[in-house]
């Protein structure tokens, strides 16, 4: 085997070893199974709806370079634009694996060994599963960053013209796509810049011409999403504004140790601490490692100045760089006969430090986003089924109880069936709160009329499409059924059958009618497990006053009330960023065109409604805020004397 041969067959080694570790690690680590191709957050609907957009459209949004690749991702669909961008992740750890061995020089046989404990560190951070497949602009940036740093270094190697020629436009180009994509890795990619020049002094003047380019366009991104006012480098932001920029001393602090709190644990700090002491002999390699441990930190820094836009996922962003010294240290460990105890230490951090991460592997959110993630896989799935449906019906949408569903998306529903067609989505008091689009109108169970539509679209509770029914093929007596606009509660209400003596299987019916809205139902199931003698469980009494409660709301609204409060009203300040999430809920009865404003009855727009509902706040609710209820029907002014009603939320410590 020739020396070229050779080394093509270890880059594939490489890769194919990256891979199976991201398998290794998704199946057996976090989240436990291995389907990553999931629509688990509206805005994988919002880059699959990209694929229409002309070049003059996208140009006009911010980060435009993101947004176009996102449009090339998505060409082939949904499931194509999800499963492009994961491939885009996992080309970015071969190419920085590629990138160190490139600017250090270590010994091409060693490296498989090291990327693999590299790859192990990367993909079983519990904020790498979610991170790397939502950010997929900032999956992007990284990808020109680290293809113009490359062509960069390879323009000084080659000879022939033409050749150099094509490597400066490349390098050129992908500088170009990298700040117009997405600000991320601006001050990570700088950092990296400086310490190669110091690695390579004697072309200083080559790489203090990369890094002026790269700054003069880096400000030449900051003028144009100016220009275009775009929200996310904002320097006119509001207060309550998620992209709002606050570089105060405090708040830096607390948003900083929010990332870093996420970023590492003791195991992983030991672990780069040793790899950097087991470089401190050889300059180079020192220097390379201290610039990518920088370059990890600074990815944060971005992030660090939106407190109100704080996202657990994106303490990922910088673990790619910081971790990369352990890519340096396969010479060090061979021959392993000789390193013994350097070898075990590393390998015993390298397996405490995913360790570390138990705690956080089971914390509220990731369990939320886990869920989210495995509805939205089957969700996705449904979209081309969905395509059956003759262009210009009116579809009624049954038993998706999912927080991130296409039909939210007004760009993708437009996209995928046109404008004819019409959705209609049924909700209830326990699922997550819904809105009205263009071409998506949200109902209550209680208030749907069959007969307004013409297909019936029927998901069970786990995302997954059960049937497509024509209206007109319903039998009278399956209409009668409660089950027909719940799928949920069919399996519930079977088993009371065949059971009829166990009152716990009427309280799980109940519980799923309550959701939905069926409170006749939840009645019915509460009476036959009371006559069972269950009227002492504490599980009746809760479902009893939870029914209480919803009837109560239904007579008020019938009676005509008018209602804003907030859940919690009193929220509990955790981090010290003096910030914090409410959810605001709203009676409108009459139903009439309403909105919901910030700090003033014409303050920035929280939501609109017509009829009662909820919405949850992102985390930027601060003291002494206050929610004003506007009526803007009949084009009513955004004037006190129009103030329906008004909450105010408290935030302390």
């Known amino acids: 085997m020739t020396s070229p041969q050779r080394r093509l067959l270890l880059w594939f080694a490489i890769a194919v070893t990256i891979f199976a570790v991201y398998w290794l690690c998704l199946r057996y680590l976090f989240p436990g199974y291995y ?73 091409l046989s060693t490296l498989p060994l090291a990327a693999a404990l590299y790859s192990v560190l990367l993909f079983a951070h519990p904020d790498f599963y979610f991170e790397h497949r939502h950010d997929l602009p900032a999956q992007a940036s990284y990808l020109f960053a680290i293809v113009s740093l490359l062509c960069w270094r390879a323009l000084r190697t080659q000879r022939g013209n033409v050749l150099r020629i ?20 601006f001050v990570s990619i700088l ?129 790619p760089l910081l971790f990369a010294p352990v890519l340096l240290i396969g010479d060090k460990l061979w021959p392993l006969s000789r390193n013994t105890w350097v070898a075990a230490l590393l390998l015993a951090l390298a397996i405490w430090a995913p360790l570390g991460y138990r705690a956080n592997y089971k914390s509220a959110e990731l369990a939320f986003s886990v869920r989210q993630d495995q509805l939205g896989r089957h969700i996705a799935r449904s979209v081309a089924k969905l395509h059956g449906i003759p262009d210009g019906s009116r579809v009624l949408v049954a038993g998706l109880e999912a927080t991130y569903i296409p039909f939210y998306m007004e760009d993708f529903i437009l996209t995928e069936f046109g404008e004819h067609t019409s959705w209609t989505l049924l909700t209830g008091p326990g699922i997550p709160p819904r809105r009205n689009t263009r071409v998506t109108k949200i109902i209550n169970v209680a208030d749907a009329q069959l007969d307004s539509y013409d297909y019936l679209a029927s998901y069970d509770s786990e995302g997954n499409l059960l049937s497509i029914r024509k209206i007109g093929d ?72 939870r029914l209480t409660e919803l009837l109560r709301q239904k ?19 955790t981090d010290g960023s003096g910030l914090g999430v409410t959810e605001l809920i709203w009676t409108i009865s009459p139903p009439r065109p309403c909105e919901i404003r910030v700090n003033a009855p014409d303050g920035k727009l929280f939501a609109t409604a017509t009829t009662s509902g909820s919405s949850k706040t992102d985390k930027w609710v601060r003291d002494g805020m206050t929610f004003f209820l506007q009526d803007v029907s009949g084009g009513r002014s955004l004037a006190p004397e129009n103030t329906l009603a008004k909450v105010a939320v408290q935030v302390t410590r």
């Open 474 to 545: 319903i039998s009278p007596m399956e209409r009668q059924q409660p089950y027909l606009l719940v799928p949920e509660l069919r399996p519930f209400a079977e088993l009371v059958t065949m059971y009829p003596r166990e009152a716990y299987r009427k309280y799980l019916a109940a519980n799923v009618c309550l959701d939905w809205g069926l409170l006749d139902e939840a009645q019915r199931y509460l009476n036959d497990a009371a006559a069972l003698g269950g009227a002492s469980d504490p599980t009746y009494q809760q479902l009893s006053a």
């Open 35 to 107: 389907a990553p191709v999931s629509a688990f957050d509206g805005d994988f609907y919002d880059y699959a709806s990209l694929r229409d957009k002309t070049i003059i459209q996208i140009l006009r949004f911010p980060r435009p370079a993101a947004y176009y690749a996102m449009k090339v991702l998505g060409l082939g669909g949904l499931k194509w634009e999800m499963a492009d961008g994961i491939a885009m992740a996992l080309v970015n750890i071969w190419l920085t694996v590629f990138l160190v061995r490139r600017i250090s020089g270590s010994s």
């Open 555 to 573: 007579n008020a609204a019938a009676a005509g009330v008018i209602s804003l409060t907030a859940q919690p009203q009193h929220v509990i300040d």
């Open 166 to 185: 094509g490597l400066l436009c490349l390098a050129v180009a992908s500088v170009v796509l990298f700040v117009f994509s997405k600000e991320t890795y």
């Open 191 to 319: 950092c990296l810049a400086l310490g190669f020049t110091l690695i390579d002094r004697k072309n200083w003047r080559w790489n203090i011409g990369y890094i002026v380019l790269l700054v003069a366009l880096e400000g030449a991104s900051f003028l144009w999403n100016a220009h275009l006012k775009g929200p996310f480098v904002n320097a006119h932001a509001t207060a309550d504004d998620p992209y709002r920029i606050d570089v105060s001393p405090a708040v830096l602090a607390n948003t900083t140790w929010f990332y870093l709190h996420h970023f590492l644990n003791p195991f992983l700090i030991a672990l780069v601490a040793w790899v950097i002491f087991l470089l401190r002999k050889d300059r180079k390699l020192l220097l390379l490692a201290a610039s990518f441990v920088v370059a990890g930190f600074a990815a944060l820094a971005p992030h660090a100045l939106l407190p109100n836009h704080l996202l657990e996922e994106y303490a990922w962003v910088g673990v």
